[in-house]
């Protein structure tokens, strides 16, 4: 397979590296494939709004990736849309960089504002009263985007006995997986068929153990090379010592550790936190672990492409082995080392909702429901106009028409993942496999949920204590996480810091969150 080109663009968006990769000769066969005051308010303004029958103009504002000409795709969305759904529909495209920033201020100027999507900060607008109750528009015109979204997805994004937003329908069951060198495997005969997805803490241990083991033969045979590198520079990590199937409930400072469901708990002083950073300093002890991997700011591929490490651990979804292979030029495996765990912020991370300023809700959602049933909006939205800046492949794939590429095409977003429903698009890059997105919607539908799905605390009561606690975290996490201090001793004294900057305050507030988010949940 020819690829004209690799990126990495984080985790959040690493459906979308692979398929940036691009080939010329494709022919052209056609085809398409807590609780918010106010909220009362606005649940009756959209029960009141009468639709009228005439023509009306909505404005989608949306983060770009790159700056683009949106002119032919607005073009294009409205031969569909007017007549599908007779709504015009005016897209307001603004960088990545400036968008929340610009989105506050359209509401608060007075500026139409309509559809939009975050990245990230849905419990902030919710806070702020951005979004507004959208549940009998749901009702009313988004039977489709309800079946398409699922109740448990829905729940990501409902407070108060409200849905303010949909998330974007997208792999939400990413899960840690070891990467490892094609050829270190058959060299040394690493038993890799031994890992297994873990569906408790104990099985994950065991595949850790199995993992100590391979560990010890590539450092015996290669010395010269890093059995594993930081999958993280901000903060320096190894990645492996996330505690599987906890919540982190936003902020990681007070979470639901594994199998529970109410009591806020402190992640680091766990038995769980302590043994995987017991596993750390072991590797680091031994020489497997990078000498500089505390302060190192190289990215884990440069190391893979240098021939400097055996692999390391990234948190994704399926076809991780692919992107990295098509990134390093090294054939790897990627091995799922856990089953699926949804959290809500897994699920609400992205997504779109309707302004509470906005004056046509009904319209509004009438565009929604198409970008989430609709695979002529999302192809659209997510690579452009057929012919212009894309071909089908002749295996159902898209690329780059010939004599375009990823420098001289006007569209080329990479954005997939984001534009409403990604299970609707095509797949970027001919020879990818076009089976991706089933295994992506087969690990939604199969994962475990967390007993707090639904649930995101307003932090803003006890930002001077995060702000505190950011620091200690600096401090103290690179070291444990990449196995560089003695938890036995670091962690005591990390736990002192962080009762010191506030960490019980935090918990309090957002265990006093949770208690009235499940009393109004009951």
Excluded at 66 to 92: A, G, P, R, S, W
Excluded at 248 to 266: A, F, R, T, W, Y
Aim: glycine share 8%; proline share 3%; charged share 20%.
């Amino acid at each position: 397979m020819k690829m004209k080109k690799a990126a990495s663009v984080g985790i959040a968006m690493a459906a979308a590296v692979s398929m940036m990769a691009g080939l010329a000769g494709c022919g052209s066969n056609g085809g398409n494939t807590t609780n918010v005051s106010g909220s009362a308010e606005s649940t009756t303004a959209t029960q009141n709004v009468k639709d009228s029958g005439e023509m009306e103009t909505i404005v989608f504002a949306t983060p770009l990736s790159k700056t683009v000409d949106m002119t032919q795709i607005e073009e294009e969305l409205n031969k569909i849309t007017e007549e599908k759904i007779n709504v015009h529909v005016k897209i307001e495209g603004i960088s990545m960089a400036n968008y929340s920033n610009q989105i506050g201020l359209m509401m608060s100027g007075g500026e139409q504002l309509d559809v939009f999507g975050w990245m990230g900060n849905y419990s902030t607008l919710l806070a702020k009263n951005q979004l507004m109750a959208i549940d009998d528009l749901l009702d009313e015109y988004g039977a489709g985007t309800k079946e398409v979204l699922g109740e448990e997805f829905l729940k990501s994004t409902s407070s108060g006995g409200h849905i303010y937003g949909l998330p974007t329908n997208n792999g939400k069951g990413a899960v840690m997986s070891l990467v490892l060198r094609d050829d270190l495997i058959e060299e040394l005969s690493l038993p890799v068929e031994e890992l297994t997805e873990a569906k408790t803490f104990e099985e994950y241990c065991k595949n850790l153990d199995v993992i100590t083991q391979m560990y010890e033969k590539i450092h015996a045979a290669h010395p010269e090379m890093a059995c594993v590198v930081p999958n993280s520079t901000n903060p320096n990590s190894l990645g492996f010592t996330a505690v599987p199937f906890s919540d982190p409930i936003n902020d990681g400072m007070g979470v639901l550790m594994p199998g529970e469901d109410s009591k806020i708990e402190n992640l680091y002083a766990s038995e769980e936190f302590a043994r995987l950073c017991e596993y750390a300093y072991e590797w680091n002890q031994a020489g497997y672990v990078l000498e500089d991997a505390t302060t190192t700011q190289e990215a884990a591929n440069t190391y893979m492409q240098n021939n400097r490490t055996a692999g390391f651990f990234v948190e994704g979804e399926e076809g991780q082995a692919e992107q990295i292979a098509t990134a390093t030029g090294i054939d790897v495996e990627a091995i799922r080392l856990l089953s699926p765990y949804i959290t809500t912020v897994k699920v609400n991370g992205l997504g779109f909702g309707i302004s509470a300023t906005s004056k046509h809700p009904e319209a509004a959602m009438k565009f929604l429901n198409e970008m989430y049933t609709n695979a002529d909006v999302v192809n659209l939205l997510d690579w452009g106009i057929e012919g212009v800046h894309y071909v089908v492949c002749e295996d159902g794939t898209v690329d780059f028409p010939e004599g375009v590429d990823a420098n001289t095409t006007s569209y080329g977003l990479n954005m997939d993942w984001y534009f409403g429903n990604q299970f609707l698009s095509r797949i970027w890059g001919e020879g990818r496999d076009t089976t991706i997105y089933e295994r992506l919607e087969y690990n939604n539908k199969n994962a475990q949920f967390t007993p707090a799905m639904g649930f995101s605390y307003d932090s803003t009561p006890v930002s001077t204590e995060l702000a505190a606690l950011s620091n200690v975290t600096s401090q103290y996490l690179p070291g444990l996480c990449c196995g560089s201090l003695n938890p036995a001793d670091t962690i005591p004294e990390f736990v002192k810091a962080l009762e010191d900057a506030g960490l019980n305050v935090v918990m309090e507030e957002k265990q006093k969150q949770l208690d009235e988010w499940k009393a109004a949940n009951q």
